[in-house]
């Protein structure tokens, strides 16, 4: 079965430094998302990108944070300088159409900022 | 703005029961909603999607229920198993035509031998 794949796993960082996290939708999929989970809180939505730009950001995705999806089959988030509020795990995930199928999710970065 | 809760936040019950999971919206303009189960430090599975236009749907021993004007949806789930423990999440996805989907803070379920 198809699945949404994403690197890495665990990520640990500095804060001021740069990180990318990578996603491999589903191929067929045409919607893309980045959400985040801080311990212990909510999922929270971070970002949809749909025909290669965003269609919707939220209040957390200020301009430390972008998106690109920069071949066929990749899609990453890229967070310039990180805080060490950023430590969370975040999830990507995909559906190919929003309004009636199910978002499937990958399992995951968990990044930690020292 | 769109807020999604969950009652009851943990649930322990003896294993064979069925219990029954809850999950309130505040907006009831939604396109539909989905149920999510998250094991320890992992991602989430989806279990179930109900459409705006459906009253139900049923996967194996799950069962979802949706009842939009009054902003309610339930899991229940027959029989239980110690591994059916883990975390289940509702979201919804609702007035945005983007798919974002709004998550309630989840019920952690342990299901005891």
């Known amino acids: 079965e198809p699945e949404v794949t994403q690197t890495p796993s665990h990520q640990v960082t500095q804060m001021g430094q740069e990180v990318i996290l990578r996603c491999v939708p589903i191929s067929n999929h045409l919607y893309f998302y980045w959400y985040r989970q801080i311990l212990g809180q909510k999922v929270e939505f971070l970002v949809s990108f749909y025909n290669n730009e965003i269609s919707e950001k939220s209040e957390i995705f200020d301009d430390q944070f972008s998106v690109e999806r920069p071949d066929g089959s990749n899609f990453t988030l890229k967070i310039r300088s990180t805080k060490l509020e950023d430590s969370a795990m975040y999830f990507c995930a995909s559906t190919v159409d929003r309004g009636r199928e199910t978002q499937y999710f990958g399992p995951g970065t968990r990044l930690l900022v020292l | 703005k769109q807020e999604v809760t969950q009652i009851p936040a943990a649930l322990s019950v003896p294993e064979g029961e069925n219990l029954v999971l809850n999950c309130s919206f505040t907006?009831?303009?939604?396109?539909?909603l989905q149920w999510f189960r998250q094991d320890p430090g992992k991602g989430l599975t989806s279990l179930l999607l109900?459409?705006?236009?459906?009253r139900e749907q049923t996967s194996g021993r799950l069962n979802a229920s949706l009842d939009k004007s009054s902003g309610r949806s339930t899991l229940y789930i027959a029989a239980s198993q110690p591994g059916d423990s883990a975390t289940y999440l509702c979201a919804v996805y609702g007035s945005s035509n983007t798919g974002k989907l709004i998550f309630g803070q989840g019920t952690t379920l342990q299901v005891k031998p």
């Open positions: 109900i459409q705006s236009s459906q």
């Open positions: 907006d009831s303009a939604i396109y539909n």
